[in-house]
């Protein structure tokens, strides 16, 4: 019997008990008198997470991609043209949902392993002199592939080819864990979920958008009404929801904004690249390779890890929770079987990390990868001695 | 200080402890081999809930709201015709909806508290030779006025007139609380909430469509892609979602369900009524009237009282919550101020009724009402003493 | 089914959810450096509950039963000679354990339904010159009977008779909910339990003794080991324990304390006199009488009332119990059958009063006492709306 | 910030959370018919895991220092010789607790790292022709060394010696984790706390008595009431208690039994010898040695590790503590320093363990200890990886 399974996916990730507590409540009358004071404050916390002064968040009881959808039928018309690069299953889930949605998906395809191509974005925004495409679409964080790409750097692109697009940002794997800067970066929708950064179960997607995303929505025409702004923004702004929120995970955002408050947001980023570098460091003493190409690709919640080529990842992934109780993220689609990834996302810490690299290392050996049992653990903890301890950190 | 709040609205709804206790649960790999033991049973056990055996149930991390527009944009075509008749707030906006989501909207304004106009919808059936009409929609339990419609009625008055369209049902306040026979009244798309009979949070909507839907579907031409039956269809039939579900409901979910079939669902509708009846005895006894105009309206899950015409039952609700820490449901939009609305859905026992009944009467004198403190609990309790226990129940 | 049984007994008692979050809680090293933190400001505020400056709190991983006892064998010699008054269950227990105990016990039996008998006392201290007498007894609250003894009278009476005596009191159903002063009164040993007033489950004896209490247990000698207060003294001042304490209790305890000083001890003891007296209306109103022979004895957190001659009490407990699924308290030994037990102690409020005398009132009418129904529950509101709301109050 | 703190001491252990949503329950009416449906079948499962037929358990609101007392106070008279062994603080606890009880302590005092001296008891028990010992008492498993004692032979011994001394056990940590045989070994008293492999909080001492043990309780004149079997042994017959019992945590260890039964005993045996060898290896492999000074020793719930004579075991600790926020246990009175443990029982598993030993090398480490990062975790590795998997094992 396995009374306490590991679980190093990148999301949902180990809730804090903190927060298990906070969503243990009662259920409330969400038309109450008291009921604003739960919300108002949570909207003003959550632009602070967003680092925006004008941004408008929106939380809907749903997903990251119905905080996907919200974003694209909020503030586009049909048929309008988007430009989105896809290098990880997620950027192609997305891309997929612009076309099904009827927009015009102009989608460059990246070698996956790196992220948001600048240059050819740069090109392609310059060529668009009619202005035809009016939202370039951005991953900040690949979940599939462990790919960090350079949403200044978008923003960066966007001006310098002096181009209206909006600029949208899928941070669901980020935000909360690594630096994001909405307004610094002039972005126009960002999309979060609860299950990662925020530290909460799934059933919210946080999302929020400029002042110009809400001005192009002022004008758009998409037939929506569950993801419908106009709604949230009558009844939001006196701390109420068009249709029953999901309280108990309110109840929790408030105590999982008050534990990233309480350590400081910075802190909090830089606990997740302390964690991180120790779990590549041990995938570089194993000698194996991260499906992100180069270091300015590396993401601090997700390393996907290239297991030997005599080696099946889905095997890895397979003795991994049978023998050892242990759930590490799959390779997705056309990365099955060769790679297997591990989330250090959220509330972690060294203790999680080095047991669950000791763990990937077993059953790396038991799946006959020749790797020295305790060589990535021994790295890792090189990593984690030399570097400045999190835990005291505090806001 | 109250340490003890009473929640007496038509949803969200008391929550048993056992239900508590499954949802907190710390998070899962929503793709780990052993994921389908808990959702492919919560399948086949929805179908019983909604008594179909040809039904496809489908489970969203939404609200109802978003069950609504699930329902509809997977079966229908942009533009395509819907008969709706609307009797109090939640029809509204069912109604709302369809004409934002670009769908010709017949629309038959029927006065508050009464229901689904069975002779007026047959004769637009039986006018609408051509079959224009795509879906005729109905709610099976009004929330806003406490008016429970004849479904059973719906399916006869298609069937009379030989009329192909779809029949689409808002069961948000009353599934697994009144009957409801989805094949046998022929129900093409159910809708229900958490939050409500099922005796949990906000977060889920859980839907069911018939194989006759399923068959719209895919003809359906509706951008659509979070709340896109495909995706949901490819991925459950393996126990899978096709983004991250909101597994701590999920777990909910198998409790409750647990709960249902333990009681009995005959029983838990017995146990509905015999509750109901209590409070609609309280609300004769203080010489008041009930929205739902006759006794065929009267719903079992929701009461909505009418105060006397000098009270304000705004100041009515405002004191139950203020002075007794008592939350009642609130009149909307046009019955703000007239009515206050007593909810008697879920885990719900006499008890809990006759305090409510007791400070929904202290409330009332507080506010000017000419009531004999005391009046309508004796009645409730002469119902309940009259009626068979309901506690010792099971399937 | 029942999903929200209801528990009217006079403890344990309804813990509010904000309690039982706190106690959910990991297991904790109860010898870490942090572990004071928790534990020195739980010593402090205790003192406050008890309002005693100079008092030394005690907590144990026991029952009101092990504090009765800790009290005892802590303080006395083999063979002394203790005063008690019996006029209840919990006052015979706690004599016949002073027997078992081997104390010389010298006992006053009173009519059930009266209190300490201040006058007797008075005249045995004064004929006991020699100081035989080394401890006086005093149930504060005797939960069999529902009657509150006068603990100041008790101090008037030693001190009148000149008598060194020292005063232990059995607060076990009083405490933090009905006003007690240890030091103003001269309490040199006062008994508590985690599952009353302190809104816990059942798990603590809470104790606290004068100093002249602690000079006499320097001379005891009883055969003591897992209550002796020296373990206790030598460690609790760092914070810590002689053996591993039930750290989720010490959490609960927390989160009570702060409940209790939020609301204000005053306005505590006030909303339990409001509850109280609501239900004493009720019974008047059916006619029936209190244990408690006359005012002065009326607990405010515990009324047993006398059923008719002709009505059996143990099945208006158990029609109330199988029919409605509440639990009232029994009548205890001489009292079965007599007398039932209406608990209003710790976290109530009206909904929850009114809820319980409807139901008493449908037992009682179900097992044949002729009441009207209702008219206990509309003496009650009477009594409720006439007083001043509790809800609002806050230290 | 460390929201996962890591607590590898040797209890209180790592509750499961089905143990933890098992507590978390509302109050409940410890007098009512239905109570006894939850506390009969405990006193019936704990025989089995005390394997027994025809032993009487007790279950106390205390901690294991009050089931000590409870097995004495009950079977002894004042005065009466008992015989122990002494070979850490746990044991020197017990044999300090039958002094102060007034008990003739006849005690062995043995080289720490050492358990029960079979050979030295053999001698003693022989000598007493007289039989004036009238009990013989061992620690079963001494949490401050890390050895586990052979109580068999203790039986064989006694009987060897044709000796009528009752025999105790004092296996607070080791019941429920490693095998114990009470009718086999003849064991006349055994004393188990929640907190260790029941996988409670701390609250509950849970002990054991034989027939013998009963016989000689009706002649002990011992002054007792809280403990007193003769109450229990009236109440628990019908399934109730002499006074409120904890009921959240009898509600915990029926799931607590529930989740050993379902592993099998014995399963759960072999788990913790499995992960403890693991645990063995790793100190192996630092070159330290543990406190078990032979193989026979060994514990399979705690391991006492010696630092370096350069190292403070102190720092160690606090290293661990307050830099990787994991708790280890300390070395207790004349082993602080010297001596840091390892608790490895209840519910653990390798992942756990793991991470411990990965935090231990970097604490001795940064501690001055000349220890190669890795080489704990890889001995430990390679131990799991032979052993045979613990978690499909299900009884």
Not at 13 to 37: H, L
Not at 146 to 157: H, I, L, N, P, Y
Not at 215 to 220: F, L, N, V
Not at 310 to 321: E, N, P, S
Request: aromatic fraction near 8%; glycine fraction near 10%; include cysteine.
């Amino acid at each position: 019997m396995n009374h306490h399974p590991g679980l190093f996916i990148p999301g949902p990730t180990n809730v804090p008990d903190a927060v298990r507590r906070a969503m243990n409540v009662p259920q409330e009358d969400m038309r109450s008198p008291d009921f604003p004071k739960l919300t108002l404050p949570l909207f003003a916390d959550l632009k602070k997470v967003f680092k925006t002064q004008r941004g408008q968040p929106f939380i809907y009881p749903s997903s990251g991609t119905g905080g996907w959808e919200a974003v694209l039928t909020n503030t586009l018309n049909p048929g309008d043209k988007v430009l989105i690069a896809t290098f990880g299953q997620f950027s192609v889930l997305w891309a997929d949902m612009c076309q099904r949605l009827g927009f015009t998906t102009e989608i460059v395809d990246v070698e996956w392993g790196k992220g948001v191509p600048l240059e050819t974005f740069a090109d392609i925004l310059a060529a668009d002199t009619a202005h035809d495409i009016k939202a370039v679409l951005g991953t900040h964080n690949e979940t599939a592939t462990g790919v960090t790409s350079d949403v200044a750097g978008m923003r960066k692109v966007l001006d310098a080819a002096d181009h209206p697009a909006l600029l949208f940002v899928d941070g669901v794997s980020s935000i909360a864990s690594i630096d994001f800067r909405m307004d610094e970066w002039g972005v126009d929708g960002i999309v979060a979920g609860s299950q990662k950064g925020f530290m909460l179960p799934t059933g919210l997607a946080i999302i929020c958008v400029s002042e110009k995303a809400l001005e192009a929505h002022r004008s758009s025409k998409f037939p929506r009404c569950f993801f419908a702004f106009e709604d949230m923004l009558r009844t939001n702004k006196d701390g109420y929801f068009p249709y029953t929120p999901a309280t108990p995970l309110l109840r929790g955002l408030r105590a999982s904004l008050d534990l990233l408050f309480e350590e400081g947001l910075e802190n909090v980023f830089a606990r997740h690249r302390h964690i991180a570098s120790g779990v590549r460091a041990a995938v570089s003493a194993w000698g194996l390779d991260l499906m992100a190409k180069e270091p300015k690709w590396h993401s601090d919640t997700v390393s996907a890890v290239c297991v030997p080529p005599d080696v099946d990842a889905v095997k890895v992934l397979r003795r991994a929770f049978d023998r050892y109780g242990v759930s590490f993220g799959s390779g997705l689609t056309r990365l099955s079987g060769k790679v297997f990834r591990i989330g250090h996302i959220g509330a972690t810490n060294e203790l999680m990390l080095l047991g669950a690299l000791s763990v990937a290392e077993m059953a790396l050996v038991d799946c006959g990868a020749k790797i020295a049992l305790g060589s990535g653990v021994a790295a890792a903890q090189s990593s984690y001695c030399a570097g400045e301890s999190v835990l005291a950190k505090a806001a």
